[in-house]
């Protein structure tokens, strides 16, 4: 469903993501995991068009999207659950709904649908979003990716800022969503909450692919290197 071919990413002097590639097949969960700054975002908005990369190709459904605006790929069938949600706080949670309806595709996500998924929301839909809790916010945003219809999902960060009861619950939503058949690409610093959800993972350092595989196949040894780049080193304190 989803192709990155060799991708690399600059900005300015700095080389974010160097050849990074990857796959999500219809119905499949990859996660993206990596410490501050190791370039997961950056791998997220250059999926959306918002950073153009340097190498490398982007192919939705064997389609080729390299060159084309975020909102031509949004048309396409990827959406983005943005790092640290980015509503509009003083709209309501059903206007910042329609907002991912704007520049997306016909499907089966509706206002209706996506207050099926969170039954609370129906009733707060008049509210501005500055008046609910993290969790709650974090609940629209992803309401505002499906009112687009994606094949494909971008979630980036989804637990930050909040607590691990709501993680859960947060998380809890995707395979009702993957049933679905739609592609989810999710990057998380938290580790054990990335591995417990997805098919595959796959970890970033400085840009660079360390490790991939599936959860249950890594050690914790080897993840922990990938994950502070510790391959290679001996001694007394290694992860070894
Ligand atoms: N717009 C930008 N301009 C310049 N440098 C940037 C920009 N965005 C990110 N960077 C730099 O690129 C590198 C990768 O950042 P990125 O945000 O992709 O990492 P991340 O893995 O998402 O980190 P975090 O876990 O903190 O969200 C970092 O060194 C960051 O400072
Ligand atoms: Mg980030």
Redesign the pocket.
């Known amino acids: 469903m989803l192709d990155v071919h060799h991708l690399t990413v600059r900005?300015?002097y700095?080389q974010?993501l160097t050849d990074v590639s990857l796959r999500v097949a219809p119905g499949e969960t990859l996660a993206i995991i990596?410490?501050?700054?190791?370039?997961?975002?950056?791998?997220l908005?250059s999926i959306i068009g918002l950073h153009r990369p340097s190498a490398g190709s982007i192919l939705i459904g064997g389609r080729d999207i390299t060159l084309l605006p975020p909102h031509a790929r949004v048309r396409e069938g990827i959406a983005l659950v943005p790092?640290a949600r980015r509503l509009f706080p003083s709209l309501s949670v059903e206007e910042n709904l329609l907002v991912g309806r704007s520049s997306g595709r016909p499907g089966a996500w509706s206002l209706g649908a996506v207050y099926q998924l969170f039954s609370w929301m129906g009733d707060r839909r008049h509210e501005p979003t500055v008046h609910l809790s993290g969790g709650e916010q974090q609940a629209v945003a992803i309401g505002r990716a499906l009112m687009a219809n994606p094949r494909v999902l971008l979630l980036?960060?989804l637990s930050l800022g909040l607590a691990p009861t709501m993680v859960r619950r947060i998380y809890g939503v995707l395979p009702e969503l993957v049933e679905t058949g739609m592609a989810v690409l999710l990057?998380e610093?938290d580790v054990a909450q990335a591995l417990r959800i997805a098919d595959r993972f796959q970890c970033?350092l400085e840009?660079r692919t360390t490790l991939e595989g599936k959860p249950a196949e890594a050690t914790t040894a080897q993840i922990e290197a990938a994950y502070f780049g510790l391959a290679g080193r001996t001694g007394p304190g290694s992860a070894a």
Request: charged content about 25%.
């Open positions: 900005h300015g700095l974010a990596g410490a501050n700054g190791a370039g997961k975002s950056t791998l908005r790092e980036d960060e990057v610093q970033l840009g």
